[in-house]
Each structure stands twice: as C-alpha cells, then as structure tokens.
C-alpha cells in the first residue's frame, strides 16, 4: 500500500472549524443570543470561502470531483448494502451528495439566522420597529395636538408603535420556526454523515477520520 495526499490544508481546516461552530452554535442557541449571532457569521464565511474554494481549490476540493449524477450515487448506495462498494480517492457519490446537501442546508439555516436575528431589529438585515413616514406622521399629530391641549397625536403615535413592533415580532417567530427546523434537518443529515464516515471506514479498510485530519489516505 502506498500513501497519498488527498485533502488539502484548507479543506481540512474548513471541516474541522465547521465541526466546531455547529457544536457551538448548538450549545448558544438558547443562552447566549449575541455569541450566536457572531459564530453565525463565522459559518457565512467559512461556506463562502469553500464555495470559492470549491471552484478553484485542489483536485478533490472541486465541486466537479465529488458531484455524481442520481443514478451513480444510487448504485453506489446499492454496491455499498452488498458490502462490495467501489473505491474513490476523494468522496464517494453518497459523501458527495451529502456534503452538498450540508453546505446547503447551513447556507439556509445562516440566512433564516439572519432574517430571524433582522426581525429583532438587530444584524443585516435589522428592521426598524417604527418606520420614518409612521413616525413622522404620528409627530406632526402630536404637535398639533398639543397646541389644543389634546394628546390624540401621541395616542396615534403609540398605536402605530405598538403594530409595528408587534409586526416584528411575528416576523422573528416566522424565521425563527423555519430556521429550527432546518437546524432539525442539519442534525439529522450530519448523524447520517457521521454513519456513513464509519461504514466506509470498515467497508473499504480505511480511517476517513484520520485522512480529514492528516489529508493523506493508504491505497493498495
């Protein structure tokens, strides 16, 4: 047998760093809203510079080495059952198919995250709990108002806060409901990837923990 270099520097750091800013992002989620935000972005940009990466990178980094049509990764699957699967140097059909469906995924929940974290009036794509024309109205209608001892304008004013801000808050429940359910769909696929890493260890007689750690893999 003789050893090979498979995965690059940058592949191996993207993982790894993944691996830890879910976990972290799991252990935030309910407690620490501002340290979860910041890790959020921290994964925006991991899976951008891997998109990037993904396109330019090293031969088994590029999307067109790992991205197997339907039919490939269903045979593989079934060649996998049988226990005499096919030998790939980079991901096999089925690691292809679900690193893609992860990158997705964590690109979907980071912008639900997002939109959630918007709806609060905080982040990117932060709200104003009040618009600038309700504002300017409700003050002109207080001015007014208060020349005649009268505080309609205020009541005015206050009543628009109140539906606005309210707007808001069933906005964030929204993004906040899809992107929990996503981070369900995450859990549930990265279980699987965790299974899939396993068997193919001992199916094919080779540790995929170690290779993502060293980059290299022993092949006969």
Request: net charge positive; with cysteine; aromatic share 10%.
């Amino acid at each position: 047998m003789k050893t090979i270099k498979v995965w690059d520097l940058f592949v191996r750091v993207f993982h790894w760093s993944l691996v830890v800013a879910v976990i972290l992002q799991l252990a935030t989620a309910e407690d620490f809203k501002s340290v979860h935000a910041k890790i959020g972005y921290f994964i925006v940009a991991l899976l951008i510079l891997r998109i990037i990466w993904g396109i330019v990178g090293s031969r088994h980094a590029r999307f067109t080495d790992f991205i197997y049509p339907p039919a490939e990764i269903l045979s593989y699957l079934k060649s996998l059952i049988q226990g005499r699967p096919k030998h790939y140097i980079g991901h096999n059909p089925a690691g292809g198919a679900m690193a893609c469906a992860l990158l997705f995924f964590l690109l979907l929940t980071t912008l639900t995250g997002l939109l959630a974290y918007g709806a609060e009036g905080k982040g990117p794509f932060a709200q104003q709990p009040v618009s600038l024309v309700a504002r300017a109205s409700a003050d002109d209608g207080q001015h007014r108002d208060a020349d005649n001892q009268d505080y309609h304008g205020q009541d005015t004013y206050n009543r628009t806060d109140h539906q606005t801000m309210g707007g808001g808050r069933q906005k964030a429940h929204f993004w906040k409901d899809i992107h929990e359910t996503i981070v369900g769909v995450i859990i549930f696929l990265a279980s699987l990837h965790v299974c899939g890493v396993i068997i193919s260890s001992y199916v094919h007689r080779e540790n995929l923990i170690l290779a993502m750690i060293t980059g290299k893999k022993k092949i006969s």
